[in-house]
């Protein structure tokens, strides 16, 4: 069985199911469900039997609760099945799907809510069992009064009178005619004074929204209204299923409650209009998930022949050993499935439609380069780091290199001016000191975090240093205090290289606002990452802001105006809108990147692996790696590829010793060459699952080697 994601080049597939399915209805087709994807992030699944479509799943994901609800749209939502599949194939779908919720979306829950029974075109309840299997916990249950056609009750002699004072009084009954935009505004104006007056609500859909649905389900969805003469006194929304007529949006002015309009009205749907049909369905009476009844209401109902019909809510644990006991898992299955680093894929998937929305909204836009998405995400980013100024640019190079190329514009520094650098960070950090035209001074690491030793840095301070470029390398952050308070006493100019920490702060500051300005990627693996290559500079100081600016437009700020030697080094309105759609996400994913990292400091225990440290401070670490260093690196790592477990090594080889830096290669930085010679790179994604965690760290407490061959 196949498990997709649905996208819209399935929509013909989706909603010949829906309407083939033995559970399906028009409220599931996609021109409904879609009509407000604006305000949910869609995650509906489609099972495919190799071409067969054997079932889909609307729903959509809530990240910050990491909720998947069936769907949050609608008024139920439940698998829909092609009519031959069997109990073991429901099984196997809903099982998949919340193996895909888990892997995919990093899921902790299911919220489902079935369709009732009496919308199923034939017996469709194997999901039910399905839920009973994983032990789900019904969380809310609603009751809906029901009309059995076939066999309807007798209608209290109450409303009976009132179908009689209607009538007496004139009242007569009209079903809005199609494209009679005007008299839906008008039903819906009346409509949205009774639920304001009375229950303090507006409709959940607009007017135009009404309109809309109409439009796309014209046979499916019909208003009724009572008038005298010209003016209507009440009215409903009927949605119009294969057994069911569903009667919503009830509402009457106070001229038709005082004669008899609403009785008259119901009367004919249930003998005359929709006598045919199975059910006539006048909706919930129940309120806070079910606990209150209101009494009024449901008598009201019941006067017309109606009985109960559950509307019900679960809610899933979704944790391998409990969606195992729908059916057993293939003991191989886990095992066999590749553990990758980082999955983008993934990693993407969880906010596809958001994504796809905002991709769309740039292209539609017909703006695609310093426009209105930049301006927002410069905003919301520097309120997040906590600066006066974000200035998005090309990539985290050249953030860097923007940001010294404009120092030294401003305060005129030549080109020997000297800016000291970790001698272990990745080779951009060196290359943007030299594209800048200053020199590189190489400084260690402290092997307990692998982040600049700020005591070794202050020897290397000479006339001509200018300025230190602190790495908060794999994650971490560098100490600030004592960064800041070194380059005070020597008065240096203090840039971030912040690529690899998004989130991460010390002393409650976030990195991006600790040094003098700061330097981030957005390169796709970060942990806020772009689609393609993207970075910005954060700083407080808006002269420097300026100048990156200006520099980063090929020094200009009016068009064909060139003030100073710039760069073409721009963010596209695509990257900073996918951006923006991300951001929201960064604290969850830095929050369980801390959590997986959490389980390996405590679950690995292997004499020839060296764990890094995690700071009091959890907060001072986001884990963009998790770095482990060995004396048999590639041994290990060999070992957990076998395993089905990828790893990277950040970094192989030190800048001192590219061929790129050749004139450094006479440097003697044993400290930095034994890191790159050790250390290797666990996953730690945030879509890890705790079982991923586990087997990983079984894997590197199962790793030894033999010291006479060096062999696995």
Same mark, same amino acid.
């Given at each position: ?5 649905? +996208? ?16 399906? $209805? ?26 067969? /479509? ?10 910050? $609760? ?12 439940? *698998? ?48 039910? %069992?399905?839920?009973?299997? !994983? ?36 009242? %007569? ?9 005007? +008299?839906?505004?008008? %039903? ?71 004669? #008899? ?24 009476? +129940? ?31 979704? @944790? ?12 191989? $299955? ?6 990758? &680093? *980082? ?24 703006? %695609? ?15 997040? !780091? ?9 990539? #985290? /190079? ?20 000297? !800016?000291?650098?970790?001698?272990? =960070?990745?080779?951009?950090?060196? /290359? ?14 402290? *092997? ?12 290397? !301070?000479?006339? @001509? ?65 772009? /689609?393609?290559?993207? #970075? ?21 700020? =009016? ?6 030697? #710039? ?42 692996? $060296? ?41 192989? +080889? ?48 199962? &790793?030894?080697?033999?010291? *006479?061959?060096?062999?696995?």
């Amino acid at each position: 069985m196949q498990v997709i994601q649905y +996208t819209a080049q399935y929509k013909e597939a989706w909603d010949t199911l829906v309407r083939t399915g033995k559970n399906g $209805t028009f409220l599931l087709e996609r021109d409904f469900m879609d009509y407000h994807a604006d305000r949910f992030q869609d995650c509906s699944l489609m099972m495919w039997d190799d071409e067969t /479509l054997l079932g889909v799943l609307p729903a959509n994901w809530v990240a910050e $609760t990491r909720t998947v609800y069936s769907h949050q749209g609608l008024t139920y939502g439940s *698998l829909v099945m092609a009519r031959e599949v069997t109990a073991r194939q429901v099984l196997e779908m809903m099982q998949q799907a919340c193996l895909w919720f888990m892997d995919f979306l990093g899921a902790e829950r299911l919220v489902y809510k079935p369709t009732p029974y009496i919308y199923h075109a034939m017996p469709a309840d194997e999901d039910l %069992y399905a839920l009973f299997r !994983v032990g789900a916990r019904l969380t809310a249950r609603s009751i809906s009064s029901t009309v059995l056609l076939s066999d309807p009750l007798r209608m209290r002699k109450l409303r009976l009178r009132g179908v009689a004072k209607a009538l007496d009084n004139g009242l %007569y009954i009209e079903r809005m005619t199609e494209n009679d935009w005007a +008299t839906l505004q008008e %039903y819906w104006h009346i409509l949205s004074d009774v639920l304001v007056n009375y229950h303090q609500v507006r409709p959940v859909h607009t007017a135009e929204e009404m309109q809309l649905l109409m439009t796309r389900f014209p046979q499916q969805i019909k208003v009724f209204l009572v008038r005298r003469e010209d003016r209507i006194l009440a009215g409903c929304v009927v949605f119009i299923t294969k057994r069911v007529a569903h009667i919503q949006y009830i509402a009457t002015n106070q001229e038709g409650r005082e004669e #008899g309009a609403l009785d008259l009205l119901f009367k004919h749907l249930i003998t005359e209009r929709f006598k045919q049909m199975d059910y006539l369905d006048f909706g919930i009476s +129940t309120e806070e998930h079910g606990q209150v009844l209101n009494e009024g209401l449901i008598f009201q109902k019941e006067g017309f022949g109606a009985r109960g019909v559950c509307y019900d809510w679960y809610e899933v644990e979704l @944790h391998r050993e409990v969606v195992a006991q729908m059916l057993p898992l293939e003991e191989q $299955t886990t095992a066999a499935r590749p553990i990758k &680093f *980082l999955d983008l894929q993934r990693m993407t998937a969880r906010q596809g439609s958001e994504i796809r929305g905002a991709v769309e909204r740039v292209l539609k836009s017909g703006w %695609y380069l310093l426009g209105e998405e930049t301006r927002r995400f410069e905003q919301d980013f520097a309120s997040y !780091v906590g600066v006066e100024h974000c200035v998005l640019c090309g990539n #985290g /190079l050249e953030a860097l290199t923007l940001v010294l190329r404009a120092q030294k514009q401003l305060k005129g520094w030549d080109n020997e001016a000297e !800016v000291i650098v970790p001698a272990n =960070t990745f080779i951009a950090t060196i /290359l943007a000191i030299r594209e800048a035209g200053l020199r590189p001074v190489l400084c260690e690491p402290r *092997l307990t975090d692998y982040l600049i030793d700020v005591d070794q840095a202050e020897t290397l !301070v000479t006339p @001509h240093t200018v300025a230190i470029v602190p790495v908060h390398l794999y994650g971490r952050a560098c100490n600030m205090t004592a960064v800041c308070e070194m380059a005070r006493r020597h008065g240096l100019f203090v840039l971030e290289d912040a690529a690899q920490a998004h989130g991460a702060s010390w002393a409650g500051v976030k990195v991006g606002a600790l040094g003098d300005a700061a330097g981030f990627s957005f390169y796709p693996g970060k942990n806020l990452g772009a /689609l393609s290559d993207a #970075g910005c500079v954060t700083t407080h100081d808006a002269v420097l802001a300026d100048m990156v600016r200006k520099m980063s437009n090929y020094g200009s700020t =009016t068009k064909y105006v060139h003030e100073v030697v #710039g760069m073409n080094s721009r963010t596209d309105e695509l990257q900073a809108a996918v951006l923006g759609v991300k951001l929201p996400l960064l604290d969850g994913d830095n929050a369980r990147r801390r959590e997986v990292a959490r389980r390996y400091l405590e679950g690995i225990d292997n004499p020839l692996v $060296t764990l890094p440290a995690m700071p009091k401070d959890e907060r001072q670490h986001v884990f963009y790696v998790f770095p482990v260093r060995c004396g048999y690196r590639d041994q290990l790592q060999e070992w957990l590829r076998r395993e089905g477990i990828e790893t990277i090594i950040h970094y192989p +080889t030190p800048p001192h010793r590219q061929p790129a830096l050749k004139d450094y290669a006479g440097a003697i930085l044993p400290i930095t060459e034994q890191i790159h010679r050790e250390i290797l790179s666990l996953p730690v994604s945030p879509l890890l699952t705790d079982a991923d965690v586990a087997r990983v760290v079984a894997a590197v407490n199962g &790793f030894n080697v033999n010291p *006479l061959t060096s062999n696995l």
